[in-house]
């Protein structure tokens, strides 16, 4: 009995989420979509998202994916792709702006960029 009556509710409440253009996804439904995204795009997984941000035009990530396993895993690979996607979490750009080994610390200027 319980189940029936939070179906009909339940139902609707999904049906908000996604129904109208309106609607917008998330934060982490943005994230999710992100890495789903550039992991199909790039044929490589995506390990961690480093910056996040809503901007005018939707959001922008950066997301960090391992582009080269070597041994030992701190040697390995890794790059840096800047996201772009718009306010439905649709992903419209994308471009890798650094590469990196895993072990190394980050040398980028201070201020993060």
């Known amino acids: 009995m319980t189940d029936s009556q939070n179906s009909p509710k339940s139902s609707r409440q999904r049906q908000g989420r996604q129904g109208g253009a309106e609607d917008k996804p998330s934060p982490m439904e943005v994230l999710r979509q992100a890495r789903a995204q550039l992991a199909e795009l790039t044929g490589k997984d995506a390990e961690t998202v480093s910056s996040f941000e809503q901007t005018e035009d939707g959001w922008a990530l950066e997301i960090e994916v391992l582009e080269l396993s070597r041994v030992p895993d701190t040697m390995s690979l890794m ?29 980028r200027r201070s201020g993060g960029r």
Do not use: F, K
Request: proline share 0%; charged share 35%; no cysteine.
């Open 79 to 107: 790059a840096s792709y800047q996201v772009e996607l718009d306010h439905q979490g649709q992903l419209t750009g994308y471009r890798r702006v650094r590469r990196y080994e895993r072990g190394r610390s980050d040398g």
